[in-house]
């Protein structure tokens, strides 16, 4: 998500595995444009006046500027972050991932790991639930869907299924 398009050279920002989708980005983009107006507030007020107490943030915003060694106290990284996460949410990959429950924060953290280090390093993730499934998952890209249920090898051994029913000495097919 580097800024070619633009003609500008940058790196692009790393996303700690907290920052799972789109959602988590608008909520960045939002906590940092309420930081921006804080201290741009706090830079019109009388010279004399008391400063006020910086707002707390996000664990999550906290780890963004950690991992990429950002501040922010510096004006110029606030802006850079805020237009990196800003076309990252209009233009990072997107992947949605449907489980039978909600995954823990552990199994997240280490999907999310896996599909940006062989994916893409930018890629967003939805988690859906789908309790038809019953195990497994189902992956949707904008173009393509992946059925990996338990619910689909079913389906798919139908045949086989039927067969064992009804002749339990019959060999089992590929």
Known sequence: MALEAAGQQ????????????PVDVARLIRELEALEDFLHQ???REPGSQSPKLPRTSRLLDELVALNNLSLLSSE??????????????????????FARDPSAAFTDKIITWLRKN???ELLLRIGL????????IVRTPNHLFDFSLRQHFIAQRQTLIKLVDDPQAEPGP
Do not use: F, M, N, Y
Request: proline residues 10%.
């Open 10 to 21: 940058t790196d692009a920002l790393q996303l700690p595995p907290q920052v799972v989708g």
């Open 130 to 137: 789908e309790p038809t499934i019953a195990a497994g998952c």
């Open 77 to 98: 990284d606030r802006q850079r972050v805020t237009q990196l996460l800003t076309e990252l949410k209009e233009h990072a990959p997107r992947l949605h991932i449907s």
């Open 119 to 121: 994916i893409h390093p």
């Open 42 to 44: 706090a830079l019109i």
